[in-house]
């Protein structure tokens, strides 16, 4: 098939001047060409145009298997972090309620009206600064080009004398369960759903698959997850044993050890999903309205090309090697984040990693990304935060004499009066033993987890100590301030129940 | 209810009978000193820091004694033990406080797909109940604490005498006690104008928290924290409310933050009327609540307007508990102006027994955990041979106004003043908290600020923050300011998405770039 070359209606809108794309270029088109408008694309993208580069973004969005697809601004914006925090906060909103005692006269949550706001206020992201964007699906064709297909098939090719791979990932299938890919939904999906998902199951250990759950229980739903083994893997385990019996006493359900074997759809339009429960060997089932994947995420590497031009993968994960610079196994090819091997899969990593590393290309600047210490926060019913080290691995690095971990159980002082269960709240600082006391990890879990963590990140970031903590006066009443009064060790076994001022 | 009783003391009545001054001084050494006084330790005041204090003690298995007793205010109002924070402030301020969020909440709520019935009213008395049952939890709470401890509590006014030896009538009025060493932790009260009709018709906070029947239109008199934090919360349960500031916003604090805190409040239907002050109550009609006429004029003239309302609550600054409790008898200097007491670093009055903390010091912050950390500190020092002072530096606060405000470090006008406009780069930024779009909130209120100096790294030397949770953000960077926290560590370190705080990882506009 010969190869055509059209001049698509987008071109007309940006200037392209007098380059023919039908010979090699002497001069590549561009000086950086992304491939991928999410969160770490975009960022890099922006940051290299103002150094006056020469600067083209690709993103294109392969509708999900029911056919769910969304404009420019990746996963984050569209159907991860923005969306996810909105209905959490819809769901907050109920227990608001709740505490104000309104919820038990009459309120009723309309999942439409929600998510037809959400819609509204996506907000644009599109480049500006002289950024060119191109709604177009990349793949290489050599070293230095980029095929681009719309989604009517049109070709366009694009040669830049640096690329940056940005196109993250996209949720797994478990494609050996039959009927999954038919009937099942995943996070691509939920948040426009037109409709209430209605009685839903929720299949994965992930913070995704926890933080669905839950928001979708705290707007009334009746709501089940279904683990294979541990959830949060990866995460401090305590606190994620917290997270889930806080959900439980929430009120979401939870089949533990369980796979799911099989999804067929009744004539009811219901599904019925039948599992295996590792524990006891039987095989059980039950009719759901919605079930929901949550079993992790790939990246989409295949597509790209990549063998063509020697960029190199990981063969289990699929996700591109990269070095410190964020450079792959090809000198001016370049990756960052969700689809680099080995890097937290975090909005705001991938942003300050594209950042920095315009700067490096473009900026004379040599700082390279540090990816220790990022903090995190799950959004779970109670909110759970955290940065550094979790206690397993901190005693795996260190040995469980070297560190002291101090602990507490409080309560916010707007459940007291709500009369709102705080047995889960709880917050663990992880030091290590000698003379310094270093913290190595702190993990909180309780309302505006994030907003708590953040300034003591910052603070780790700056090497803070347990004295320099202790030293720090706590602003009452709040939260937060029980971080600065952790004074019971583990070691101690004393009771970490905290007690008035 | 109590009952009353006068408790009287003796100090160091062994030394005064020997007349040996030189015994004074040893006593606050580490040298080991006769069993000859009732307790190692007096504090006489039960609130945050005399209880912090006390509780501490006895971990060293001090002999320690507390004394808590609440002057009725003008109308009749008492509590238990627990001292301000608990009973009449931080605690049910921070409880109201939430109540008009939830009220603000129930708004949003619609926006995101709750349907409930159109009319959503306030019930004041609900709450009131709520949070006094919660106080009162808390009263018998520090009453277990202590009893476990073995801390003597006394529900009595505790006085210094000078006296020689006297028979004590045991049965309930008079009691003496002698201690080694005294911590004076009486905290303050609510002034009042001394006007006509004050006393009679007007509330304190000392009042509101346990006020039995709704506020109604209320004029709050005042232009301090306690003053905004009040006026906040009852506009936000759907009263009338009115603002009568004599000058400016929340003194002392930043003043750039404090006017964006009253724009939001007069934004958000809270009327203020400014450079007026109040110059006679009367009251037009008895009741619960009643209505006043209140009477206020100009401070730049003579314009004199009059207002009705049914509730005055003031708020124009507090006093310290130290005119009353005989420390003229023991020699204890006090700032004649304004009552406080000037300490030394180790809250050492100028009597070397006599130590005094929380709020009543003078030059110190008047915050809760001020007061525990300095209580705590203080015996530590005393009993277990601990060196570490109590580090007023770089506190931080939160006002909880409907748009809350968390600080810690400099004001940009105190930073000015001490190291010079050129030398410090001020970088700030509104932001939009994701949850307030959907509801369609304002989108240029919040606002983030922090302030570096130049000469030393860009180091961070103020921290502000306007927008929900403040405090909860504010708590860990005031944790990184006392590490040293600089502008390049604030921007290598990653932002969580979404959350308000990770505005602060972001900063780049600066106020000189305009």
């Not at chain 1, 145009?49 to 298997?65: H, I, M, N, T, W």
């Not at chain 1, 709604?135 to 049109?154: A, C, E, M, Q, Y």
């Not at chain 1, 009746?222 to 997270?243: C, E, H, K, N």
Request: charged share 20%.
């Amino acid at each position: 098939m010969g190869k055509t070359y059209s001049l698509l209606l987008l071109f007309a809108l940006f200037d392209l001047s007098d380059h023919t794309c039908e010979n090699v270029q002497e001069q590549p088109e561009y000086d950086l060409l992304v491939i991928g408008g999410g969160s770490g694309g975009l960022a890099c993208a922006k940051e290299a145009a103002q150094f006056g580069r020469k600067v083209a973004v690709l993103d294109y969005v392969e509708p999900s298997p029911p056919g769910t697809k969304w404009g420019l601004g990746g996963t984050c914006v569209n159907v991860g972090c923005i969306p996810k925090k909105l209905m959490h906060q819809a769901a907050l909103l109920g227990s608001a309620l709740k505490d104000a005692q309104i919820l038990s006269l009459s309120a009723l949550f309309l999942f439409h009206s929600c998510s037809s706001s959400l819609n509204v206020r996506l907000c644009c992201f599109l480049p500006n600064r002289k950024v060119k964007y191109f709604n177009v699906k990349g793949s290489f064709s050599d070293p230095h080009t980029i095929r681009g297909l719309t989604k009517g098939g049109k070709e366009t090719i694009l040669t830049a004398e640096k690329i940056v791979i940005a196109t993250g990932g996209r949720p797994k299938y478990p494609i050996h369960v039959a009927g999954a890919l038919e009937y099942g939904i995943t996070s691509d999906d939920l948040f426009w759903l037109k409709e209430s998902p209605g009685k839903t199951l929720v299949v994965g250990a992930s913070y995704i698959s926890l933080e669905c759950a839950g928001f979708l229980t705290g707007i009334g739903l009746d709501t089940t997850v279904m683990m294979r083994s541990i959830p949060l893997r990866g995460f401090d385990q305590q606190m994620a044993s917290l997270v889930t019996e806080y959900m439980e006493s929430y009120g979401t359900k939870f089949l533990k050890k369980c796979i799911p074997t099989k999804v067929e759809k009744l004539e009811s339009n219901r599904l019925q999903v039948t599992w295996k429960n590792t524990d006891s060997g039987t095989e059980e089932t039950d009719s759901f309205d919605t079930v929901m994947w949550a079993v992790g995420r790939a990246p989409d590497t295949k597509a790209l090309n990549l063998e063509t031009v020697g960029v190199k993968t990981n063969s289990e994960t699929g996700k591109i090697i990269v070095d410190a610079r964020e450079a792959t196994s090809v000198p001016h090819i370049y990756a960052v984040g969700d689809i680099t091997e080995g890097r937290p899969e975090l909005t705001p990593t991938a942003i300050a990693a594209g950042k920095l590393l315009a700067q490096r290309l473009f900026g004379q600047s040599s700082e390279l990304m540090d990816y220790d210490n990022v903090p995190t926060t799950v959004f779970t019913p109670l909110e759970y935060g955290c940065v550094g080290l979790s206690e397993e691995k901190a005693v795996q690095c260190y040995g469980s004499d070297n560190i002291e971990v101090y602990h507490a159980y409080y309560k916010p002082l707007e459940f007291t009066v709500a009369e709102r269960d705080a047995t889960q709240c709880y917050m663990k600082m992880v030091c290590l033993r000698e003379r310094e006391q270093r913290i190595l990890g702190l993990h909180f879990i309780g309302p505006n987890a994030g907003e708590v963590i953040q300034g003591f990140a910052l603070g780790i970031k700056c090497g803070a100590t347990y004295p320099q903590l202790m030293k720090t006066i706590g602003i009452h009443p709040t939260c937060a301030e029980e971080i600065t009064k952790l004074h019971i060790t583990k070691r101690s076994g004393l009771d970490a129940t905290v007690t008035g001022c | 209810m109590f009952q009353y009783s006068l408790i009287l003391f003796a100090f160091s009545v062994q030394a005064h009978k020997e007349g040996n001054p030189q015994k004074l001084l040893e006593m606050n050494g580490h040298t080991a000193v006769p069993h000859s006084y009732d307790y190692d330790l007096i504090v006489i005041g039960g609130g945050s820091g005399g209880l912090a204090a006390a509780k501490e003690a006895a971990k060293y298995e001090k002999k320690v004694m507390v004394l808590d007793f609440v002057t009725p205010t003008p109308l009749g109002n008492s509590w238990g033990l627990g001292g301000t924070c608990v009973n009449v402030g931080c605690i049910p301020k921070k409880l109201m406080h939430q109540a008009a969020l939830l009220g603000q909440a129930l708004q949003d709520s619609r926006k995101f797909g709750w349907q409930f019935p159109e009319e959503v009213k306030h019930n004041w008395m609900t709450m009131t109940e709520s949070v006094q049952n919660y106080i009162g939890s808390l009263n018998w709470g520090y009453r277990v604490a202590l009893r476990e401890k073995k801390v003597t509590y006394e529900n009595a006014y505790g006085e210094f005498v000078q006296i020689f030896p006297l028979a004590t009538n045991k049965r309930g009025v008079e009691k003496l006690y002698t201690a080694e060493r005294f911590l004076i932790a009486t905290g303050e009260r609510p002034r009042y104008l001394g006007i006509p009709g004050d006393k009679e018709y007007c509330i304190s906070s000392d009042d509101l928290f346990s006020l039995p029947y709704c506020p109604g239109k209320t004029l709050v008199v005042g232009a301090s924290y306690v003053a905004l934090e009040c006026a906040g919360f009852l506009a936000g349960l759907g009263l009338d409310v009115t603002v009568m500031v004599r000058s400016i916003l929340l003194r002392g604090f930043d003043q750039d933050m404090a006017n964006k805190i009253g724009e939001y409040m007069e934004e958000h239907g809270i009327k203020f009327i400014r450079e007026f002050v109040p110059i006679k109550v009367e009251q037009i009609e008895e009741g619960t609540p009643g209505r006043l006429k209140v009477t206020a004029k100009s401070t730049k003239g003579n314009e004199v307007i009059g207002g009705e309302y049914n509730t005055v609550l003031l708020a124009i600054g507090r006093d310290a508990c130290t005119r009353k409790i005989g420390l003229d008898k023991v020699g204890v200097k006090i700032n004649e102006k304004t009552g406080k007491i000037p300490v030394n670093d180790m809250e050492q009055t100028n009597v070397p027994y006599i130590y005094a903390i929380g709020d009543i010091l003078q030059d110190r912050l008047e915050l809760t955990p001020v007061a525990i950390q300095a209580g705590r500190l203080l015996v530590q020092r005393l009993y277990g041979g601990a060196t570490t002072k109590c580090d007023y530096v770089n506190v931080p606060t939160t006002v909880f106004t409907p748009l809350e405000y968390g600080a810690c470090g400099y004001s940009e006008e105190n930073a000015i003043q001490k190291f010079g406009e050129e030398n410090i780069e001020v970088y700030h930024s509104h932001f939009w908290p994701l949850e307030w779009t959907v509801p369609s909130r304002d989108n240029n209120k919040c606002y983030a600020k922090i302030i570096c100096n130049i000469r030393d790294n860009e180091r961070v030397i103020g921290f502000h923050v306007l927008g929900p949770n403040a405090g909860e953000v504010t708590q860990g960077f005031a944790a990184a300011i006392k590490c040293g926290l600089t502008k390049e560590q604030l921007d290598s370190t990653i932002g969580i998405h979404p959350v308000c705080a990770e505005v602060f990882t972001t900063l780049s506009v600066t106020k000189r770039s305009g």
